[in-house]
């Protein structure tokens, strides 16, 4: 059944709409001119993955998925934690591109992946000419993709020199046979046809062009839930959403973290049988993820402002403006991760943190880690 978009009670969205789309712009002109918004937008990367797996009912521990992503577990990765860095890497990639790239063909066949590994190549050689001014964190992304395509091209080779080595030695080897384009019934159902659905999302996306780009947001979302278009992978629907709101100059500067936004947000209103009333919901979804970024922004200026007070008189070479630039990009840091980025000793990372006065953030007298107050 096609989502329907009916009579809209605009009387009623109308307010919501304007105070949602005035929240986003006010915190998108503050983070265009911003010192920290690069650090901002990396720190919301990791909170935004977090969240998203909260509202699927997992916990994922922001300092778990810090150390995760710069490889540095102090336990084994779980399942929770695995989608958690899928989210944050997906969101990297996105903000990468161009604007346009994630709701264009190539970037819906990457991102549902469907483009392959000749596809991904493809957008990161298109990509690397638009993000050469892009942040590290950033270019990790694309050297994960990377070290992932590199890993599967070594196990196809090293497949073909054993079939290879089989057949000279005289050993009976059986055709090769094709793998099945379908997907294993053990994890996907068979009748769910996630292309129908994704073209069904996209005319919901390319019938509502003239509206508010706040309310055809949340109509997305709304579009998004309803249709389920995705057996795995819920999330990308967020995702997709914050793309048109960067693709339509809203949130030029930052992906909007619309699962932050939703946590705020009671599951009953998010999931309310009335069309409007859900409506109402995501467009609190929207105006509470931008009141979150506000305010986030606000006190990462304060920190930086009272960091470089601990900079003054300090030589040329200290390294303590770099841990400044570090700590606030990532919502804690480990001594490792001090001594990678600083290559510094470890007893150095532990006096720089000393001399910047940093918080202590988990209580522990091994694999400590430390933030911003």
Known sequence: MAYAIRELPLETLLGPVARATETLARLDERLARSPVRDGFVERQHFVDAAAAVWLEGELVHLEDLVLHDAHMDVRTPTHELTRAHAVLRTRRRILSQHQDWALGRDGLLALTGRGGAMAVVADQK????????????????????????????????????????????????RAKVARPADRPDLIYDLDWNEEERLAEWLAVNAGTRDLPVALRAALLLDAWQNIEVLQHGAWLGSLLVAALLR???????????????????????????????????????????????????????????????????????????????????????????????????????????????????????????????
């Open 126 to 173: 298109r990509g690397e000419g638009e993000g050469a001014g892009a942040s590290s964190f950033e270019a990790d992304g694309r050297d994960d993709v990377e070290d992932d395509l590199l890993a599967e091209e070594f196990a196809e080779i090293d497949a073909v020199l054993a079939r290879s080595s089989k057949l000279l030695s005289g050993v009976d080897v």
């Open 247 to 373: 693709q339509t100059g809203l949130t030029a500067n930052h992906l909007a973290c619309l699962h932050v936004g939703a946590k705020n947000i009671p599951r009953e209103r998010r999931r309310a049988r009335s069309c409007s009333d859900r409506l109402l919901a995501f467009l609190d979804t929207i105006h509470e993820a931008a009141l979150a970024g506000l305010k986030e922004h606000d006190r990462l200026v304060l920190a930086k402002n009272q960091l470089e007070r601990r900079l003054r008189e300090r030589r040329a070479n200290s390294k303590l403006p770099g841990l400044v630039e570090l700590v606030l990009s990532r919502p804690l840091v480990s001594t490792g991760m001090i001594q990678d980025r600083l290559k510094v000793t470890k007893q150095g990372a532990l006096n720089l943190v000393g001399e910047l006065g940093l918080r202590e953030m988990t209580g522990r007298g091994r694999f400590r880690a430390w933030g911003i107050v």
